[in-house]
């Protein structure tokens, strides 16, 4: 059984910063893909970031140089640094791990940017 605990969500001022964490527990394969999406009202789900295990990174072309994704492997942990927060940054973030053909969520971890 795999899990992956959020935390770090909240609400912040537009051109704030917020760190979101995300550690994840069970039989995890050692080659793994972990990341973030987000889903906003009324939209459909999005890639936000990935990190591979081997140390690749994706990012979505709207958080580029504003967002930054790292991991930790020793403790199947996963972060979000957000910078430079937008009111669109608003949404519910998921944390994904993905191995072997296998996709597992967390619970999600609410976002709000005011502006």
């Known amino acids: 059984q795999v899990q992956l605990v959020e935390s770090g969500g909240g609400l912040v001022q537009a051109g704030g910063s917020l760190r979101l964490s995300c550690a994840a527990s069970?039989?995890?394969?050692?080659?793994?893909?972990m990341g973030w999406y987000r889903q906003a009202p009324g939209k459909q789900r999005e890639l936000v970031a990935t990190?591979?295990?081997?140390?690749?990174?994706n990012y979505a072309d709207s958080v580029k140089g504003r967002f930054t994704i790292s991991r930790d492997n020793a403790k199947n942990t996963v972060y979000l640094q957000m910078n430079s927060l937008r009111p669109e940054d608003t949404a519910v973030y998921y944390c994904?791990?993905?191995?072997?053909?296998?996709?597992?969520w967390g619970q999600g971890t609410q976002v709000a940017v005011s502006s």
């Open positions: 069970g039989s995890i394969f050692r080659s793994n893909v």
């Open positions: 994904n791990l993905q191995f072997v053909g296998l996709n597992y």
């Open positions: 990190h591979t295990s081997g140390g690749s990174t």
